[in-house]
């Protein structure tokens, strides 16, 4: 602590990932950014990012003191904790070995023996797999050192790999964008997650960070960081997932301007406006549901002259109606409502009803919850749809279900889109990229294989 505060910030070395850290066109995202953020706010000191692009080059960072801390989705295990201390557990995951949709599913690592497995070198999946071999002697597989996760990913979906292993929260945002990925089954159970540290005499930062876990997890923070970037990704829908993907590179471009141009109007994000659009239309300006909503962004006859629409079905103007629609009911929420929850109670209010959104809040306090935290009113708007339930309420019933798989999907539809979208170039000024250090490698392991070739680890 004495030398983050000489230096006058925190140092941290994390990779590029959506289960991890990115930049999107509005800046910073992710979900161990926001975690560090967090922390480097109650240090009161600036967060400068080192991005590493490889697993294998996060602990070196630390272990030569060029960064404080390792925060990349970092699995706690013997191997690692000989390298560097690790803080609290803030997650636990599984690894999965995943496979391309339309192949046989393996159900055993003694059905994968002599297909191709390849897993990012300086992973924990090298670990896990090393342990696997003790009972299953002819397992092998290639360590790639310059291949990420996403790569390894899109090759098993196009069939140029057979198999890849990734961590149960990263998958559930991977296959949001690359649909022909599927579990074949989990190889680890149980992976505690954390940040890691350098080994030192000094414990000062370590304590530090175990005092901001305990309170954000007090607070309820640490679960909101969690829902937002993981719980609400819906189950897998090949179809819709592979048309999703298919109707970003088809339909998006034509309407993209006109979603970029609401959202600016409106401070709005244009991602938050195409998902929207999306969820409810297929970005088909022509669309018509059975009660008579209509048009790209599907409003009512009266939300459409309320602000000032003429046509519905012309797709511009779609698109201003349902921004100005949003913008509308964000400054509509009372003020104690704090992101994101604010972004999600608005979702459910264009969806439902700002009225029947009143009606799940009250019935959240009632029941002892939180009515300014969307995990908390969630259940409640299902609960609309029930007469004990909605017998109570001003605004009487609801189908709620429909409410929430709404802003399920609008979520998920946002996160793909925030990552598909990512602006490259030059990093922002508190990030700095570095160099590849040399892989560390535990003290039984043997060379570095070049990428392609199989190896067996003893």
Known sequence: MDEIRAVGELRVVTRDGPSTYFTSGDGPAGPEYELLRGFADSLGVPLRLIVVRQAADVLPMVISGEAHLAAAGLTVNRENERLVDFGPVYQQVTEHLVYRNGRRRPRSLQQVQGKRIEVPSGTSYVNTLTRAQALHPDLVWTENPHANQTELLNRVAQGELDYTLVKSNAFAIYRSFIPDIRVAFNVAEGEPIAWAFAKRNDPSLRLEAERYFTKIRAEGRLDQILDFHYAHVPKVDYVGTRRFAQDV??????????FKAAAQRHELDWRLLAAIGYQESKWDPEAVS?????????????????FGIADRTDPQQSIKGGARYLAFLFRKLPDQIEQPDRTWFAL??????YGHLLDARRLTQSRGGDPNRWQDVRPSIKLLALPEYYEQTRHGYARGGETVLFVDNVRNYYNVLTWLTKEAGDAPGWMQMAPAPQPIQARDSKPESPPGKRRSRA
């Open 290 to 306: 059975p009660t008579g909503v209509r048009g790209l962004m599907m409003l009512t006859e009266q939300t459409a002259q309320t």
């Open 348 to 353: 459910a209010a264009y969806n439902i009803g």
């Open 249 to 258: 590179v088809a339909r998006l471009p034509t309407y993209q301007r006109h």
